[in-house]
């Protein structure tokens, strides 16, 4: 299941971190660079929820896909997150909340499925309302300009606060599930 439909999609995103880099160094003026990175942004970040929604229509899903998928959206936020970081569109104390959290809750997945504890660690609710926060926040901030009367700078700053907060509930949600198992293995 290496190379099916969907976990060619997941490598895309992957594959997009260069090029969303490599956008800023084009020759254009910096309005065109921001609303090619955005459009590029959301097109692979829409590929998160197609590549999973083609996975289980197609029976196409496997392990290597479940391990793939999360490692491919935390690599496109995270390297999102410090490309507006050197933009400076991004505070760099939200940048390290998020991807901090992102470390340390992988980290402990790994623990815990060493433990065979992995379900108490199971993807919640909070972590995917997480997820989309950024998946809308970065897009506004890799634009940032006014996009339908509204500004997609501010918006973004205001949305990414929110995801760093979200992130900071989600990843104590993870910590209070995996509490028993580390008291007992710890």
Known sequence: MFFTLPTIMTWSRIVAIPLIMA???LPLPIEARNVIAAAMFVFFAFTDWLDGFLARRL?????????????ADKFLVCASLLILVHLQRCDVFAALIII??????SALREWMAKIGASGSVAVHMV?????????????FLLYNGVLFGVDSRLWGTVLIWLAAVLTVWSMLHYLQKALPAIRQHG
């Open 59 to 71: 029976n196409q899903t496997s392990a290597f896909g479940a391990f793939l998928d999360p490692v």
């Open 100 to 105: 901090g959290r992102e470390i340390a809750i």
């Open 127 to 139: 972590g995917k309302l997480k997820t989309t926060v950024q998946m809308v926040a970065i897009p």
């Open 23 to 25: 956008v800023f160094y």
